[in-house]
């Protein structure tokens, strides 16, 4: 079946400028997490929704960081003002919301601030 | 912070077993071990996870200490394939929310 999708996969953006990046989660999974990946490092957790809420959105970095689920379905995680430090991969997952079921990854968006 | 200790790197022959170690001394009663891999330019892929029970699928085996403060992840028959980051984790309380180490870099060589 269909994984979690990510689009972009790539985006080149200039300082300054505003990027969303979206995620299109496993059908039917009620949890989704929002995790930023640099060059090697594991990834690090940024927010976690739990149908259209945010349950923990304590790995968001500053107030330029938001990510929206409207529909407890998609989410887009939206960067204001970006900046160099910003560069990294953005991954997504979802998992079925059910006590310890595994997340599932898609391949993420390559976030590149020039 | 949920943390997890593995050897930074490891090499295995192909064909052979490949035992990945990882220590988990805090972690709680009720909280379950995770392993994914990471292959270059991919996401995380979920490979299994257990709580005290030992564990097999069609990618691996867990084997879980009794005391529950160490595992070992088994790949039975490593392939050129393998060759990933594999990520030890453990679900921080009832969030589902996995933290990450540096993983173990496995090389598979021919």
């Known amino acids: 079946g269909a994984g979690v999708s990510q689009t972009p996969s790539n985006k080149v953006t200039e300082k300054g400028k505003y990027v969303e990046l979206r995620c299109d989660p496993i059908s039917g999974h009620t949890a989704l997490y929002w995790y930023r990946q640099s060059l090697g490092q594991g990834p690090e957790f940024l927010i976690y929704f739990q149908g259209t809420g945010a349950a923990d959105d304590s790995g968001l970095p500053n107030d330029r960081f938001f990510a929206v689920r409207p529909e407890g379905s998609v989410s887009t995680l939206k960067i204001q003002r970006t900046e160099r430090g910003d560069s990294a991969v953005y991954l997504c997952?979802?998992?079925?919301?059910?006590?310890?079921?595994?997340?599932?990854f898609g391949n993420g968006t390559r976030l590149t601030v020039t | 912070d949920a943390k997890t200790t593995q050897p930074p790197s490891m090499d295995c022959a192909e064909g052979r077993a490949a035992n990945l170690p990882c220590n988990h001394s805090?972690?709680?009663?009720?909280?379950?071990v995770y392993w994914y891999r990471q292959i270059h330019s991919q996401g995380p892929q979920y490979i299994i996870h257990?709580?005290?029970n030992n564990e097999t699928n069609e990618m691996a085996s867990l084997i879980i200490t009794e005391d529950r403060k160490s595992s070992t992840l088994i790949l039975p028959h490593a392939t050129l394939r393998d060759t990933a980051v594999y990520y030890c984790i453990y679900l921080q309380g009832n969030t589902g929310k996995l933290i990450f180490g540096q993983g173990t870099t496995l090389q598979v060589k021919p």
């Open positions: 257990g709580l005290k």
């Open positions: 805090t972690i709680s009663g009720n909280e379950y």
């Open positions: 997952a979802s998992s079925s919301g059910i006590s310890n079921s595994p997340l599932h």
